[in-house]
């Protein structure tokens, strides 16, 4: 009796055949870049451990804005850096800082921008952490009503969509209360649903100057060993309001991003963040890497895994690599 076996190489043949049998796709549209905004002029400054992303002043951030637009990325995730941090991390929800005049300055320039405001207060405390610290310990009520604060202060300067990254219980549903009582029933959240204490952030921190000043974020970021948690942390924060779920990071939490997608029909968005960046970013500079095509492939596994929009500091280059 012949031996049978399927014959899966006949659709892997020519560049063509491979092209018609295609199951996921990286789109320009799929992309979401973030930014960091500063107080001043004139200033642009590279990030040490993230090259090719930069600290942006507003008159910078113009120019910027303007290079993203032309390169058809039609969605940015804004962090603000401000000068003055205190305890209450004040700036977040102050409607003159430097987030909300960034987000008024793009709207004002490019309205049919997508401007993602990322609520939480760890850019704006002066000890870092992403709530209230009472006898040493982030406290999770006080801090909400500061999130929904921070929240209709970012809509209101233009926000189109709210992306609380913090972490508390119940974010979700006080800044969505908090938005429906200011009028905003229109804006959609964005939650960082299932995000983990993660050493992945460790370059974002130098970028956003907001590494903690004692101890780690155990208390309220999920610990890397928990993948049923996270189901619980998305089921909480659908049940609250959320119109789009993030994983996040993204490269290392994969299994997290085909988790969401086969329990949860909402948008699913995988953050690929910046030590994943880096790591990439120093491998290319040492000619270890082809950085096109490993990026590329990391991005096409998000779709794969499920994700419909990725967040990455990758964006403008791929929308490059994308034209061609
Ligand atoms: C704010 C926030 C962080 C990141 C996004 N939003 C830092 C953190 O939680 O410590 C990290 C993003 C990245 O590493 O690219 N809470």
């Known amino acids: 009796m012949a031996l049978t076996f399927d014959r899966h190489r006949r659709l892997r043949k ?185 050493s992945f952030y460790g370059p974002f921190r130098d970028a956003a100057g907001s590494t903690p000043q004692f101890g780690d974020r155990k208390s309220y970021q999920m610990d890397a060993a928990n993948a049923r948690e996270g189901l619980r942390e998305a089921a909480s924060d659908v049940k609250e309001g959320a119109d789009f779920l993030i994983v996040k990071p993204g490269l290392a939490f994969m299994d997290m991003v085909l988790r969401l997608r086969e329990n949860f029909n909402l948008p699913i968005v995988a953050y690929n963040v910046s030590a994943e960046y880096s790591m990439v970013k120093a491998a290319a500079q040492n000619g270890w890497i082809d950085e096109e095509r490993i990026v590329m492939e990391t991005l096409v596994s998000f779709k794969r895994a499920g994700a419909d929009l990725i967040i990455t500091y990758h964006a403008k280059d791929v929308a490059k690599w994308l034209a061609r």
């Open 14 to 198: 020519s560049a063509a055949m491979r092209n018609l049998v295609r199951e996921n796709h990286v789109r320009v549209e799929d992309l979401i870049y973030p930014l960091f905004v500063v107080e001043g002029t004139g200033i642009k400054n590279e990030i040490a451990s993230m090259p090719g992303v930069y600290q942006l002043s507003l008159d910078m951030l113009a120019e910027e804005m303007k290079e993203i637009v032309e390169l058809g990325i039609q969605s940015v995730l804004m962090f603000g850096v401000p000068e003055h941090k205190d305890a209450c991390g004040t700036e977040a929800y102050n409607d003159e800082a430097i987030t909300q005049q960034a987000i008024r300055q793009i709207k004002e320039a490019h309205p049919e921008m997508i401007v993602i405001a990322d609520t939480c207060l760890c850019e704006y405390t002066d000890h870092g952490h992403c709530g209230v610290i009472h006898e040493g310990e982030v406290v999770n009520d006080e801090t909400l009503a500061l999130l929904g604060k921070t929240a209709v202060s970012q809509a209101k300067a233009g926000a189109d969509i709210i992306a609380p990254s913090n972490m508390m219980d119940g974010f979700v549903i006080a800044i969505r209360e908090a938005l429906d009582e200011a009028g905003f029933q229109h804006i959609p959240i964005m939650s960082y649903a299932v995000k983990y204490a993660s």
